[in-house]
């Protein structure tokens, strides 16, 4: 079955850039399908991030777009995020998700990896 | 942007009774609503899109409406695993989406 998993520092100090991966099993990302990132800060909602297809081509939220890139690496079957110049308020669980593109579901996100939490203190 | 509100921001409701949560849109989304359940420690879990159809097993307690600006999900009997925080999500405005800031449905 599909399977998404996040890996990444933990931590990061102010002004730095975050730097998440998100690997994927059971399914060839370039098979279609948009991927995506989504944070949750503690104890508050959820908030999109940004996508992007196998071919390369991004979205991303308009509030977080001059801090964001997230990038693919077909061969490894992954998914990067890099949100630079961060701030205490970044500190949040970070979750890689699938992103259908078409059908009824075509916009939702599917299939959540587990999420990792990221701090951002000095 | 869209904003999505959800309320109420907390539902008390005891175990087999019916549970209906809300959400509005501050602009037409037609039908492209989804809701998601999430309990603690969990990533969330794609319950309804379409605003009315269940994702892959879900069970049919489970149910969405509503169309345009209000939404409305409607868990009959409720299950003590029913218990977690709901969130809706518009992606209307495809590629853009956003959330709701949930509700949390607790035991009375």
């Known amino acids: 079955q599909v399977q998404l998993q996040e890996s990444g520092p933990g931590l990061v100090k102010p002004s730095e850039t975050l730097s998440l991966t998100c690997a994927v099993s059971?399914?060839?990302?370039?098979?279609?399908?948009?991927w995506g990132w989504i944070r949750q800060p503690p104890g508050k909602g959820l908030e999109w991030i940004g996508s992007?297809?196998?071919?390369?081509?991004?979205y991303y939220n308009p509030s977080l777009k001059s801090r964001v890139t997230i990038s693919v690496d077909t061969s490894k079957n992954q998914f990067s995020l890099k949100l630079s110049s961060v701030t205490a308020a970044d500190t949040a669980v970070y979750y890689c998700?699938?992103?259908?593109?078409?059908?009824?579901?075509?916009?939702?996100?599917?299939?959540w990896g587990q999420g990792t939490m990221l701090t951002v203190s000095s | 942007e869209i904003v999505m509100t959800q309320s109420p921001a907390t539902l008390s409701v005891s175990p087999g009774e019916r549970a209906t949560l809300s959400c509005r849109a501050s602009?037409?989304?037609?039908?492209?609503l989804a809701w998601y359940q999430q309990k603690p420690g969990q990533a969330p879990r794609l319950l309804i899109y379409?605003?009315?159809t269940r994702a892959t097993g879900i069970p049919a307690r489970f149910s969405g409406s509503g169309s345009g600006t209000e939404f409305t999900l409607t868990i009959s009997s409720l299950q003590s695993e029913d218990f977690a925080v709901y969130y809706c999500?518009?992606?209307?405005?495809?590629?853009?989406?956003?959330f709701g800031q949930g509700t949390r449905l607790e035991i009375k």
């Open positions: 998700a699938r992103r259908p593109q078409t059908g009824a579901a075509g916009g939702t996100f599917d299939i």
């Open positions: 059971g399914y060839s990302i370039t098979s279609g399908y948009y």
């Open positions: 992007i297809y196998h071919s390369g081509s991004t």
């Open positions: 602009q037409s989304v037609s039908s492209n």
């Open positions: 379409g605003a009315s």
């Open positions: 999500q518009q992606y209307n405005n495809w590629p853009l989406s956003t």
